[in-house]
């Protein structure tokens, strides 16, 4: 449970003189709070930590992908440990059906009616474990619920919890039994991480502390849901975007969309992810303004996977992250950041 005071939900007066008082320096002691917390068990990566709790304060969903080992699943579930919210975990399969995410309707003999029983996604955070190797026909039931946060079943729509977050792994190089992500889903994520492996160093320091060092099964809660909603509320009314940072999200955006090895260009749901993903970053930083460098600090991580290569692009060994790249060192920075 949080030890610091609880931020406010709703504030009076304007944004900028609240954001100017206590409430920004509290948000950054319990960013960094949380921060610390997950990288107790992930050594040698905070800056993929920080993407990671930024994403989630973003109240976005979050697809880490990377080879085995490296700490996917840790990350997921330390995130999931250190927020005292309810939190389920799917393993997903070949013959996984929608049902065994969504719910499932059944008749009750004793009262002669149907009872829409909840499935997993019913939580504040939903752990997909290689979700990759669930069909086409279940991934189609994850689109509604990660865009909406309902799902529609016999005619009826059933609200989850807020905050919803999903963060799903996935292994980019078992091709067996997996299925690619169609582009509709993919483009929900609001950012797409890789861990990578770690530095020597801190390898060896996962070996020297490999038998003191906690568990992800022993991270203690550092805040509670009261606490994660008033910081992402926070975030939404308190950290302005002027005017240039708007245009120059919506250039970069529009710039992927010129380039002649993109077959598919940036939607405007990632010029969304991006804006969301930058007033985190700025937030953390103690600022109530976004700044071209936050924009430039989150573009990797929201926009490659939403960008589409064309097929001799990628046979030359293109990848979307050069092309993000690429977009944000052709726009203009502006120069003016405030109203």
């Not at 801190?202 to 606490?227: F, G, H, I, K, Y």
Request: with cysteine.
């Amino acid at each position: 449970m949080s030890t610091t005071t609880p931020m406010t939900a709703h504030s009076t007066g304007g944004a900028a003189q609240t954001a100017g008082g206590n409430d920004i320096a509290r948000f950054v002691q319990m960013y960094n709070g949380l921060v610390a917390n997950v990288t107790k068990v992930l050594h040698g990566k905070e800056a993929v930590v920080r993407a990671a709790v930024a994403c989630v304060l973003a109240e976005g969903h979050l697809l880490i992908e990377d080879v085995p080992g490296v700490g996917k699943t840790s990350l997921a579930r330390a995130i999931c440990k250190s927020v005292n919210l309810t939190w389920n975990r799917v393993q997903f399969t070949p013959d996984l059906l929608p049902s065994d995410i969504t719910g499932v309707t059944v008749f009750d003999q004793a009262t002669s009616t149907f009872t829409f029983r909840p499935g997993p996604v019913f939580a504040n955070i939903v752990l997909g474990d290689e979700i990759n190797r669930a069909s086409p026909k279940t991934q189609s039931a994850l689109l509604e619920v990660m865009q909406e946060h309902t799902v529609s079943t016999d005619a009826a729509v059933y609200p989850v919890p807020r905050p919803f977050v999903v963060i799903a792994t996935q292994n980019p190089i078992d091709l067996e039994g997996t299925y690619v992500l169609p582009e509709a889903q993919l483009d929900r994520f609001l950012m797409r991480l890789s861990v990578g492996y770690p530095s020597p160093e801190a390898e060896a320091e996962v070996l020297r502390t490999e038998r003191n060092s906690p568990s992800v099964d022993q991270l203690a809660a550092v805040m509670d849901r009261e606490d994660l909603l008033g910081m992402i509320d926070f975030v939404k009314r308190a950290v302005e975007v002027s005017s240039p940072i708007e245009h120059y999200i919506v250039a970069i955006c529009a710039r992927t969309r010129e380039l002649p090895e993109v077959r598919l260009g940036v939607s405007p749901r990632g010029g969304l992810a991006l804006l969301r993903a930058a007033r985190v970053v700025a937030a953390a930083a103690g600022r109530p303004f976004v700044t071209p460098d936050d924009v430039q600090a989150m573009a990797l991580a929201t926009l490659s996977h939403r960008v589409v290569l064309r097929p001799d692009a990628e046979i030359q060994g293109r990848t979307p992250a050069e092309v993000i790249t690429r977009a944000v060192q052709t726009v203009p920075v502006p120069r003016a950041v405030l109203r």
